[in-house]
């Protein structure tokens, strides 16, 4: 079992960066695909990024490639999700999530933080 804290999130103006962490505890972090998800007000929660156990696949929703960029630090247990060139419509609350495979279905996913609000400004 794991469990997940983020941190990191803030208002921020369109245009700027943010850097979310999600720390885990316990210690099978490095066999647990991480991803990140997001949450806007009245609207489904979303895939984001995911990474696979090693680090050495990632894959990223259309609307951030190029911008987000998802990393983990096994020996730190630790799951990061840099954010550049932010837009109003990343509004929304993030969590990160862990799970067996590296997959964009919220399903596939078993266990999850409690979410940081992160806020873009126009």
């Known amino acids: 079992q794991v469990q997940l804290v983020e941190s990191g999130g803030g208002v921020v103006q369109a245009g700027g960066s943010l850097r979310l962490s999600c720390a885990a505890s316990g210690r099978t972090f490095s066999t647990y695909a991480m991803g990140w998800f997001r949450q806007a007000p009245g609207k489904e929660r979303e895939f984001v990024a995911a990474i696979a156990r090693s680090g050495r696949s990632t894959v990223y929703a259309v609307s951030v490639q190029g911008r987000f960029t998802i990393s983990r630090d096994n020996a730190e247990k630790m799951a990061y999700l840099q954010m550049n060139s932010l837009k109003p419509e990343d509004t929304a609350v993030y969590y990160c999530?862990?799970?067996?495979?590296?997959?964009?279905?919220?399903?596939?996913?078993?266990?999850w933080g409690q979410g940081t609000q992160v806020t873009v400004s126009s």
């Open positions: 999530a862990a799970g067996n495979i590296q997959a964009m279905g919220a399903s596939y996913y078993d266990y």
